[in-house]
């Protein structure tokens, strides 16, 4: 079993940049996919970014292709999403979630979550 936390998020204007940071215990973190999933007030929690367990693949939803990037350290248990060129569009809660093996982009596949930071992007 994995714990994940996230950290890094707060108000930003539009334009902006933010890094999150999802931390996570456990001695196996190599063995992971990590997404990012976001959650905006009223809306259904969507796929944002994944990495595999290695770090060697990356996928993107078309919204934030070019604009984030996601990465891990996994000497450091920690995996990022750094986000620049904020939009007001991006304000949301952002979660990371893991799962054993390969990524899967849907949250339903995902067991493991963390609580979640909050981005805001002012216009």
């Known amino acids: 079993q994995v714990q994940l936390v996230e950290t890094g998020g707060g108000l930003v204007q539009a334009g902006g940049s933010l890094r999150l940071s999802c931390a996570a215990s456990g001695r196996t973190f190599s063995a992971y996919a990590i997404d990012w999933f976001r959650q905006a007030p009223g809306k259904e929690r969507e796929f944002v970014a994944a990495i595999t367990r290695s770090g060697d693949s990356t996928y993107y939803t078309d919204s934030v292709k070019g604009r984030f990037t996601i990465s891990r350290d996994n000497a450091k248990n920690t995996v990022y999403l750094q986000m620049n060129r904020l939009k007001p569009e991006d304000t949301a809660a952002y979660y990371c979630?893991?799962?054993?093996?390969?990524?899967?982009?849907?949250?339903?596949?995902?067991?493991?979550w963390g609580k979640g930071t909050l981005v805001t992007v002012s216009s």
């Open positions: 979630a893991a799962t054993l093996g390969s990524p899967v982009f849907t949250p339903g596949g995902m067991p493991y």
